[in-house]
């Protein structure tokens, strides 16, 4: 069975555009959340969808939104992007919201110059 | 608001050495459940165990084993006989039934570091 995968692996945007992640959760998982973990820190929430709606989000700006498909894979916005935005960016799905572990993709490492 | 407190920023041991990793939780539900991740240098985190809070009974598995304190609010992790290959980043998390709104609350981590 496959796992939660993101793409892409690596990302490396100017200060000022747009980034897009991407992510599909396991099979038969609906809820999708994305962490964000900058350089030395922890994982820091940014969004929880589950059933193609967004149901929480994390202290971050407007600027980053994202959706969630009717396959339930989920797609990470993040707009006129800044350096402090550079980070690895977790995705992870989980078959009964909080009351089951969430499993992990790869990441994305997103630098921004 | 929930917390997770893991104190010990980073450990260094050595090869066979056993290791007890601490985490401290705060949360006001009754029904919260409580995980410890894996992070190796490649990123990806690797769930190891999940607990229920009404479920207090200590875990083995193999080397590893949780110890789940709810008079101390605490959820440890002990590594026995430490590998060279259990150096990585470990997290504990928290998650609990807030007006549905279920989410993961990780601790900062602990890096440890085993030694050969």
């Known amino acids: 069975e496959a796992g939660v995968t993101q793409s892409p692996t690596h990302l490396i945007k100017t200060r000022g555009q747009q980034a897009t992640l991407r992510c599909s959760p396991i099979?038969?998982?609906?809820?999708v959340y994305w962490y964000q973990q900058a350089l030395g820190l922890g994982l820091q929430f940014l969004l929880w969808?589950?059933?193609?709606?967004?149901?929480n989000r994390g202290n971050f700006p407007p600027r980053f939104s994202g959706r969630q498909f009717p396959n339930y894979s989920s797609e990470l916005n993040v707009n006129a992007l800044e350096l402090e935005d550079s980070a690895l960016y977790l995705c992870?799905?989980?078959?009964?919201?909080?009351?089951?572990?969430?499993?992990f993709g790869q990441g994305t490492r997103l630098t921004v110059v | 608001a929930q917390k997770v407190t893991q104190a010990q920023t980073e450990i260094s041991v050595v090869e066979k050495e056993d290791v007890t990793l601490d985490c401290v939780y705060e949360?006001?539900?009754?029904?919260?459940?409580l995980f410890w991740y894996k992070q190796p240098p490649s990123g990806e985190l690797v769930f190891l165990i999940r607990?229920?809070?009404?479920?207090?009974q200590n875990e083995i598995s193999g080397r590893y084993s949780w110890n789940f304190q709810k008079s101390t609010s605490s959820f440890n992790f002990t590594i026995t006989a430490s590998q060279v290959v259990d150096s990585a980043v470990y997290f504990c998390?928290?998650?609990?039934?807030?007006?549905?709104?279920?989410?993961?609350?990780f601790g900062t981590g602990t890096r440890l570091k085993v030694l050969a």
């Open positions: 949360t006001r539900d009754t029904t919260y459940y």
């Open positions: 099979s038969g998982h609906t809820s």
């Open positions: 992870a799905s989980s078959l009964k919201p909080g009351k089951t572990e969430a499993f």
């Open positions: 969808y589950d059933e193609g709606e967004e149901r």
């Open positions: 607990r229920n809070s009404f479920d207090e």
């Open positions: 998390a928290l998650s609990e039934a807030n007006e549905g709104t279920y989410k993961y609350i």
